[in-house]
């Protein structure tokens, strides 16, 4: 499902069939739906969110672009690899991953996505998406029209800034994932992932000791370069040793310390 064509799409009231033995009554006119729109200045995720840190002026010329809002299923894809880039996109309620589709058919899971955190920025190099995005549960996200955000850009340097340190989040969470599958055995792999996870919804107003996951055993895997049987097998051994408390994809961290020492070494 492609879902960058529109943005606010018209809704069109239906309209009721008339009657076969009354008198058929004028049908009324179909009426538009106005288009969702939201606004970041009023948005519960502006603190960490595209706005995080702007000052009032911007932020009001910001709200003038119009955010469309779109409503994802869980298991549609927002947008797919080569498709054209237009939009980035911000998460405003659910998970999204982000994958890649490997030449022998297999996926290859890059990120996950939560609420306040934007997509689709691998567009921005060739003008097509590399990767796609796929919903995790049913979603929201606000699509930004990345041309008209280049151009209120181009008159603020603080726009410039956030622009820069859009790029820059790009860099880091590539270099994390290589620092991941590169330099970490599968139970650091496995810690460091539950310890962001667990920082994430900290900073999102969520218990950070108690959640729930969104994508499965086999996408956490393709995600820290592990199979299957390691990832269950390392949750077994985190469990047994008092760090987690498991039941299927609900996730209680009874010692967050333990599990940030089984990894924070390689990453000072």
Do not use: W
């Amino acid at each position: 499902m492609n879902l960058e064509a529109t943005i606010a799409p018209i809704r069109l009231v239906p309209r009721h069939e008339p009657s076969r033995t009354a008198a058929a009554a004028p049908t009324p006119t179909p009426t538009p739906t106005p288009a969702l729109r939201t606004l970041c200045s009023n948005c519960h995720l502006r603190d960490i969110c595209l706005p995080c840190g702007m000052a009032h002026p911007d932020l009001a010329r910001l709200d003038g672009l119009h955010f469309g809002r779109r409503k994802v299923k869980a298991g549609e894809e927002l947008y797919r690899g080569g498709d054209r880039f237009a939009f980035i996109y911000a998460v405003r309620t659910g998970t999204f991953k982000s994958s890649l589709m490997l030449a022998d058919g297999r996926e290859q899971v890059s990120g996950f996505h939560m609420a306040g955190e934007l997509m689709g920025l691998d567009g921005v190099a060739n003008g097509r998406h590399a990767s796609a995005a796929t919903a995790l549960e049913d979603a929201e996200v606000c699509a930004i029209p990345y041309g008209h955000l280049s151009e209120l850009a181009s008159g603020s340097a603080e726009m410039q800034m956030v622009m820069a340190r859009l790029m820059s989040r790009e860099i880091v969470r590539e270099h994390s994932l290589m620092m991941l599958l590169g330099s970490m055995s599968a139970e650091e792999r496995l810690a460091a992932f539950l310890v962001n996870l667990s920082q994430r919804m900290k900073a999102r107003g969520y218990s950070p000791s108690e959640f729930h996951l969104r994508m499965s055993r086999a996408e956490i895997g393709s995600y820290l370069g592990m199979k299957l049987e390691t990832v269950s097998r390392t949750f077994s051994s985190f469990q047994q040793r008092g760090m987690l408390e498991v039941d299927k994809r609900h996730i209680r961290i009874v010692d967050l310390d333990s599990l940030t020492r089984a990894f924070e070494p390689k990453v000072h």
